[in-house]
């Protein structure tokens, strides 16, 4: 699902050719910095591009989708050996932003939960090149 939306608009090498004039990149960076924050934020030419592309494609291709995976391994702790059950759930949300979910279960009892939200450039482009 993901990976042939990646595709389709990669980040890095083999992006478009050519390179975006100055006043052009200040019209992307202001359209995306509407969305996402810029703050902070170099961008080259294709990863301003994959940006406007994401955002353009967003609320057909993005909102609403989710991601999970499930792990399970083995860990030792002063009580002995115990197995975790880890749960990372990715969701594009309502606004342009991915919700990262992480959950986890040990069989001897122990659980926890966080949440952390993606919502500036950067991240988003973090999050597709460590998804692909």
């Known amino acids: ?15 478009q ?5 100055r006043h052009e990149k200040k019209r992307l960076r202001d359209y995306i910095g509407e969305h996402l924050d810029v703050s902070s934020t170099r961008l080259t030419d294709d990863e301003a591009r994959f940006l ?15 991601e999970t995976r499930t792990t399970r391994h083995v ?18 949300t309502n606004d342009v932003g991915i919700r990262q979910d992480y959950e986890y279960k040990d069989d001897d009892g122990q659980s926890g939960t966080s949440t952390n939200m993606i919502k500036d450039a950067r991240g988003i482009l973090n999050w597709f090149r460590d998804h692909t």
Not at 5 to 11: E, F, K, P
Not at 75 to 92: I, L, V
């Open 1 to 15: 699902m993901i990976d042939s939306v990646w595709i389709a608009l990669r980040v890095t090498g083999g992006g």
């Open 17 to 21: 050719e050519g390179h975006v004039d």
């Open 52 to 66: 406007r592309d994401f955002l353009d494609a967003y609320d057909e291709t993005y909102r609403g989708r989710t």
């Open 75 to 92: 860990g030792w702790s002063s009580d002995g050996k115990y197995t975790r059950r880890e749960t990372f759930t990715d969701t594009f």
